[in-house]
């Protein structure tokens, strides 16, 4: 189903793209530390295999949908699936599932944070995991309700 | 009350496919798979193409009907 399946590369996407800026971070680091102390050589390491790795499913992903759906508006993200009334209303109530859960999550998830001091020096991008728990929860909302209500 | 149809005997009276009358009607074909399964309710706009896609007035198509216990 198309839905599943753009939706988990959406998914497959975010979590790369948290391992991508949770490297970042690690560099980030390394580049205050550098600031600080400008005696000490300016040395830092960047994790890339996500990048790369987010690189290739994009624009694999990009060519493959162009290739099937040419009259798509570009910016619509590639889950919305409204070709007609039907599927229109379907998006529109799994839109309002996705923004139920925001609700919920949102309040969980800034809860999760203040375990951060407790945490910080074991995983220091901590705060970069638990925020893209936000937009996972909502992605994986709205395709159970696409689901539920396509039958 | 649940809003209930005639497509399906409709659509074979007039050697329809699900796909032909889609087409027709301009939707996909799962929407009538679901309309006459009696799982959607169509639009005025989707309820008035059907019934011109085949020459009804609209409520010789779709009618209320009281909801099975």
Known sequence: MKIVRNGSIIIVSLILFGWMMSGFYQA????V???KDTS???LFEINIVPFLL???LSGMFTLFTKRIKKKKILWLPEEFEESDEREQQITARACR???ISMIYAF???TVLLLFYPFISKAIPYYPIIVFILLPLTQIMTYMISWQKNYK | MVIKNRV???RARHNLTQEGLAERVNVTRQTIVSLEK???VPSLMLAMNIANTFKLPIEEIFYLEDEEE
Do not use: N, Q, T, V
Not at chain 1, 28 to 31: E, F, G, M, P, T
């Open chain 1, 28 to 31: 980030s680091l390394d580049i």
């Open chain 1, 33 to 35: 530390e550098f600031s």
């Open chain 1, 40 to 42: 000490r050589g300016f």
């Open chain 1, 54 to 56: 987010l690189i290739i």
């Open chain 1, 97 to 99: 599932a996705a923004y």
């Open chain 1, 107 to 109: 309040p969980i998830i």
């Open chain 2, 8 to 10: 399906k005997e409709l």
């Open chain 2, 38 to 40: 009696g799982s959607y």
